[in-house]
């Protein structure tokens, strides 16, 4: 569980003092209410609404309906939500996994002193109370297990290699060798819907290749990807970090690069 947060929203009566206190680093002032700001609507369910999405998940449902669901049975009733008749044992295990690998994360985020962002921090507040969840962070409950599953193949690619050194130069170096076939992982994030491909470099760091979800070009990395193997030449290599990792990867320029069959 995320450590000190408040998943309960409470009203401090007083004459003096005019916060709904959110969690430890947010505050709703009554008196925004004045400049159209309204204070969070939350959704309190009978059992983790999380178990609800993985049910829909492995029934083929696609998420947006998931999302539809909660929302919708949450604007038609003002008391407790009961979800519990659509729910296996198999989705409740998989809810709690998915919160304690986040939870988990998080805290090692902030024991080394890492940035954690606001979508952390509406995680945190959906590990300490899944039944009782904001209503603007229902779209966040349905990409929880996507987010899950994502992170969890990349820490699979990334272990057991190496993080490519930063750049500080103005100048990107070339690179040439042969590269070794890692994995191919869809990544989606924010509006980018993306095949990325790994492969080993001699020194072992990682070589990615982006393609975007449908593009051109796509079919002809499955199949460099299927022979395992290629030599690569390119005039310029950039360094990119991974995104919530400390973990840099190669990227070639897409431009400038030749590629043969081993």
Request: aromatic letters at 8%; glycine letters at 6%.
């Amino acid at each position: 569980m995320a450590s000190g947060s408040l998943a309960n929203t409470t009203l401090t009566s007083g004459t003096k003092m005019n916060t709904v206190v959110i969690d430890e680093w947010t505050t709703w002032d009554r008196n925004q209410a004045q400049a159209g700001v309204e204070k969070p609507v939350y959704l309190e369910f009978n059992t983790n609404p999380l178990a609800l999405v993985c049910a829909m998940l492995r029934k083929g449902k696609q998420g947006y309906e998931a999302g539809e669901v909660l929302n919708g049975v949450g604007k038609r009733i003002t008391k407790h939500i009961d979800i519990s008749q659509s729910i296996e044992r198999e989705d409740e295990d998989r809810a709690n996994e998915i919160l304690k690998y986040f939870a988990k994360k998080h805290t090692m985020r902030r024991v080394k002193g890492e940035w954690v962002s606001k979508y952390m921090l509406a995680i945190d507040e959906i590990v300490d109370n899944p039944c009782r969840i904001n209503q603007e962070h229902v779209g966040i409950v349905v990409s929880l297990p996507r987010i899950y599953e994502q992170n969890r193949a990349l820490e699979r690619v990334i272990k057991g290699h190496k993080s490519a050194p930063k750049n500080d130069s103005l100048e990107w170096p070339s690179m040439e060798g042969v590269l070794v076939f890692v994995d191919k992982l869809h990544v989606k994030t924010g509006q980018n819907n993306e095949w990325h491909y790994f492969w080993r470099t001699p020194n072992n760091y990682l070589m990615r290749v982006v393609m975007k979800k449908g593009q051109y070009g796509a079919e002809a990395w499955d199949v460099l990807a299927a022979h395992g193997k290629i030599h690569l030449s390119t005039d310029v290599t950039y360094t990119y970090g991974i995104k919530g990792y400390n973990f840099n990867v190669l990227q070639p320029s897409p431009e400038r690069m030749e590629i043969k069959i081993v």
